[in-house]
């Protein structure tokens, strides 16, 4: 199993940048693809972007696209979410996620183990 740490998330104002982290604890973490949910209040959680076993592939929602870039470094255990030109409507808790045996997928039921989260907040 896999164990999933979320960091970064903080108040940052519209146009800013900020940096998520997600560690992982345990083994294999380059048999999972991995992927970023957010969840704003009173709405459902909503996936933002996923990036293959390898790093090869992405693919993002189109709310996001062009702004935030995920990525990640097999070798340290961690995946990252880029988020530049941040708005006010990003401001949620981010959560990463791990998905073992699949393909990139967008379906929050397709991942098997999910961090705490980590809250972003845009101000205007």
């Known amino acids: 199993q896999v164990q999933l740490v979320e960091s970064g998330g903080g108040l940052v104002q519209a146009g800013g940048s900020l940096r998520l982290s997600c560690a992982a604890s345990?083994?294999?973490?380059?048999?999972?693809?991995m992927g970023w949910f957010r969840q704003a209040p009173g709405k459902g959680r909503a996936f933002v972007t996923a990036?293959?076993?390898?790093?090869?592939?992405?693919y993002y929602a189109d709310s996001v696209r062009g702004r935030f870039t995920i990525s990640r470094d097999n070798a340290k255990n961690t995946v990252y979410l880029q988020m530049n030109s941040l708005k006010p409507e990003d401001t949620a808790v981010y959560y990463c996620?791990?998905?073992?045996?699949?393909?990139?997928?967008?379906?929050?039921?397709?991942?098997?183990?999910w961090g705490q989260g980590t809250q972003v907040t845009v101000s205007s």
């Open positions: 990036i293959s076993k390898s790093g090869a592939s992405t």
């Open positions: 345990g083994r294999t973490f380059d048999n999972y693809v």
């Open positions: 996620a791990a998905a073992g045996g699949t393909p990139i997928a967008t379906i929050s039921s397709r991942y098997d183990y």
